[in-house]
């Protein structure tokens, strides 16, 4: 009988033990991480550039933090937020290194492409070759290897501060957060992608 009496008593017990972590995307510290990384592979002629626009969880972007009844606190089921770095690392040597590649790769290849409208900022954070025929014959073996390159250290870049955050998961947030910056720090005149559709900066 003491045996049944007891029981709920340890399922109670059990109850409150159990605590959700909930953990949140920095979308303000990733934009203005994303925003210092692409202004310096980018390089001169800076200009100041619009913040990337932070999404909505409904809109397949960054998970804002936000206050929110939790129903399971009824029954002492408590969610603990887990607080976050104040900003998103950046300063890895591997990151750097990718960093001082795609600067030197943009500023001596890929820059004058843009400028001419041959190539363009995709709306999923890589390069694309928008308009060959702007490109001269004697130009597109390299050109398009420069592409190629290029994107495989943005993928690469993505995912390692992910990583370095400690949130492999986060790679595809932080991807839409750099996609959209590159756009935001596009100089005049340069193509980007939106809605499938390209559009002149």
Known sequence: M???????????????????????????EAREAA??????????????SQPAPAT??????????????????LIGIGSAYAQEQ???????PAIQAIQARMEQRFNGTLRPHFDSGALGFGQDGLVVVRDASAL?????VAVNAAVADDNRDR????????????HPEWENQIRDVFARQWVASARAGWWYQQGGDWKQK
Do not use: H, S, W
């Open 2 to 28: 003491r045996r049944l009496i007891g029981m709920p008593i340890l399922i109670a017990l059990a109850l409150c033990a159990c605590v959700t972590i909930n953990v949140y995307f920095p979308a303000a």
């Open 35 to 48: 925003r210092q990384f692409v202004e310096k592979v980018i390089g001169d002629e800076a200009q100041p």
């Open 56 to 73: 909505t969880p409904n809109g397949g972007g960054m998970v804002q933090r936000e206050l929110r009844f939790d129903p399971l606190a």
């Open 86 to 92: 104040p900003d998103i690392t950046i300063r890895t």
């Open 136 to 140: 001269a014959i004697k130009d597109r």
């Open 155 to 166: 993928k690469a870049v993505y995912r390692e501060i992910a990583v370095a955050n400690g």
